[in-house]
């Protein structure tokens, strides 16, 4: 079956314009995350999603960025007013949870968000 | 604050040699030490999953070992190939939500 999608696969955009990056996770997977990758960085968590609800929220940088899932599929991570530093690759990642024991998180390509 | 940190940052071997990366994460609120494969232009790709001190776990040429006591893992690549290269990334986990703290991972460059 398909894997993770993310759309667009690359975004270039000028200072203060707002972004919205898309997630389509693996079908049956309930459980979403977003990832960024400053350059030098590692891999940073962002947001959690178990359904549609958000648990945990402790990554987002500040209250410019928000995500939100619907239908317990897509989810949109929304940045607002971009910054020059919020230039990174966003990643999503899903996985199917409730199984019992660990399930593996499955990874989307990316997408590449230039701030000019 | 939870800090995973790899070692070394980049790694130039010859086709044929062995190497091996580390990782080490907090020892205290442990769940699960993850490494990851990711290529340039690709996902990151799931390479293992441990959750026991002691866990060894092998996939062809690569192996990896867990010591939770301590907080550290180690990854082996037996007989490096050049399709090998790519950033290894190893990740902490402290609870079953599945968010993982990744370290910076360790770029790999096998040369033929």
Known sequence: GAGVSQSPSNKVTEKGKDVELRCDPISGHTALYWYRQSLGQGLEFLIYFQGNSAPDKSGLPSDRFSAERTGGSVSTLTIQRTQQEDSAVYLCASRITGTGGWSEQFFGPGTRLTVL | ?112
């Not at chain 2, 010859?14 to 907090?26: A, I, K, L, R, Y």
């Not at chain 2, 769940?31 to 060894?56: C, I, Q």
């Not at chain 2, 007989?79 to 370290?103: H, M, R, V, W």
Request: aromatic share 12%; net charge neutral; with cysteine.
């Open chain 2, 1 to 112: 604050i939870l800090n995973v940190e790899q070692s070394p940052q980049s790694l130039h071997v010859q086709e044929g040699d062995s190497t091996n990366f580390t990782c080490s994460f907090p020892s205290s609120n442990f769940y699960a030490l993850h490494w990851y494969r990711w290529e340039t232009a690709k996902s990151p790709e799931a390479l293992f999953v441990m959750t026991l001190n002691g866990d060894e776990k092998k996939k062809g040429r690569i192996s990896a070992t867990l010591n939770t006591k301590e907080g550290y893992s180690y990854l082996y690549i037996k007989g490096s190939q050049p399709e090998d290269s790519a950033t290894y990334l190893c990740a902490f986990s402290s609870s079953n939500t599945g968010k993982l703290i990744f370290g910076q991972g360790t770029t790999l460059q096998v040369k033929p």
